[in-house]
């Protein structure tokens, strides 16, 4: 069954002509990790604010499940964004209880233990470091349980070490809870690390260029011998995949 099935013709702004988003088909599984990778300004994040539903174009059929009935069907959905986005004047609890009825705010101090916060509940982010704010996101983005997770190069900006305990967090929680996973980034070691499946994409008007398996076997290694060998294959056989073109 698939949780997530994307149909775009065209997807282009007010004040320009110019079609960001060409045609794009693909669906994503229940409980698939797909990863995208393209080059610059190929509309990656377009892409997923129009899989969120905070973008539409009139030419566009995403839809939920496999089923007509979209909004009932529509999965409990996570957004992971490029920063963290916490409001500065909410403590780390308090962002997390926004996203909550009343309810629920019981199960926030175990979902922070698990993301290594467990006593930073009244702190403010400003006193947190920038991996600690992540860290945040992850718990907010994970608080509503949700059946799909989309991140925009939510570890960009980090260093490696960092990178790499957020990832194992990522591979974690999602593993615990059954969660389908549209992950952007323009780290092909990073695509191939945590995905099932990556989707290239080309430059505007991007469509999806090729697709590929990660036929490797879990758990993986950070530039492991086998990644690395995988990752060497693959850019052998296309070497521009990563510049948008298939040649």
Sequence with gaps: MSEVNVAIEEKHYLNNHNPVLGQLKFNVKNGEFVAIIGP??????TLLNMISG???SVEQQITYGDTSDNEKHKPHLGYIFQ???LMPW???RENIELVLPTSQHYGIAELLAQVGLANQGEYYPRQLSGGMQRRVSIARAFATNPKLLLLDEPFNSLDAPTANRLRLLLIDLCKQRGTTVIFVTHDLSEAIYLADRILFMSNPPSTVIHQTLVKLPRP?????ALELAWQA???TRFP???AGKID
């Design 40 to 45: 610059s300004g190929c509309g990656k994040t």
């Design 233 to 235: 294959q693959l850019m």
């Design 90 to 92: 909410l403590t780390v």
């Design 220 to 224: 993986r290694k950070e530039s492991g």
């Design 54 to 56: 905070l973008e539409s």
């Design 83 to 85: 920063q963290p986005r």
């Design 240 to 242: 521009g995949l990563l």
